[in-house]
């Protein structure tokens, strides 16, 4: 087994945590009391997309979550356990829902729909129910309602929208809601050929009666 990878890894930790302790002595033993992000980051599991480097962020700024094709699929017990720890527990106030240009996972579900709309329901006799393909299913049903033809780019803002308004009707959300808690949701957009992030202005926050 080759073990070059893994020991780059291990090395290049080594000598960050050094150069961190360098710099600001106590971070890491004023990282271990506690967290306090204030932003819960939902994106894809793409690995061109790490959270912390796009923002140039430090340990502790970012609660994180992330899947295939940043979905919020609400029947998702680890999805609903992260959201909900985040809101009423750490005190996050922007749940942001981050989609990505050439996303394979977008790609997937259009192929899929275009393909063959029956077997690309999970569910139907014969359908392949490999776990990916049934995690794509409620995104293959959203590329099918799209206009036919439509871009990949116009699917991935689709994409991101859709599970901003998932996010909103969510347990999670409506709870946090109903007890007062300033949560709001965004919907953004990462440009891998420029690196750079965009906000797509479908936000939604608390309800005016409950803010």
Known sequence: ??????????????RW??????AEPTFFEEGAKG????????GCADSRVPEAVVTASRPGDIFVHRNVANQYNPEDPNLGAVVYYAVHHLGVQHVIIVGHTACGGVAAANAACCEDRELADPTAPGADKAPLNVW???????????????????????????????AVGSGPITSAWEKGLDVSI?????????????????????PASKQ
């Open 186 to 206: 965004h919907g953004w957009l990462y440009d891998l050929e420029r690196g750079q992030l965009h906000d797509l202005g479908c936000s939604v926050g608390p």
């Open 35 to 42: 967290q306090a992000p204030k932003v819960l980051w939902i």
């Open 1 to 14: 087994m080759t073990t070059a990878i893994l020991e780059r890894l291990l090395s290049s930790n080594a």
């Open 136 to 166: 794509l299913a409620p995104l293959i049903k959203l590329v099918g309602e799209q206009e036919p033809g439509a871009s990949l780019h116009s699917l991935v803002t689709a994409n991101v929208r859709a599970q901003v308004a998932n």
């Open 17 to 22: 945590a050094a150069d961190v302790r360098a």
